[in-house]
């Protein structure tokens, strides 16, 4: 795994979301909004806020800019959120 790791510089551009990226999103149709960093699997814990970058919610943020919307397969169907801040 060190092999391959890369190193992820702080202060990369917050025009879209990367690796190392800190969103807030809102689920269409929820009030309330969500705040994720981006991370490896290896460091990936949802319940501290820290999503992998392979998860569905990962995968499809990835490269957005604020406004965006994306839309997720997850178990409970297709969800779809709006990027509305980059950290």
Known sequence: M????????????KDVVRIGSTVVVQED?????????IVGVAEANPREGLISNESPL??????HKVGDV??????????????????
């Open 70 to 87: 994306v839309t997720v397969k997850a178990p409970a169907g297709m969800l779809r959120f709006r990027l509305v801040k980059i950290k």
């Open 2 to 13: 060190l092999a391959q790791a890369q190193l992820i510089e702080p202060g990369r551009s």
């Open 58 to 63: 990962g995968v499809s943020l990835l490269d």
């Open 29 to 37: 149709g929820n009030g309330g909004s969500e705040t994720y960093t």
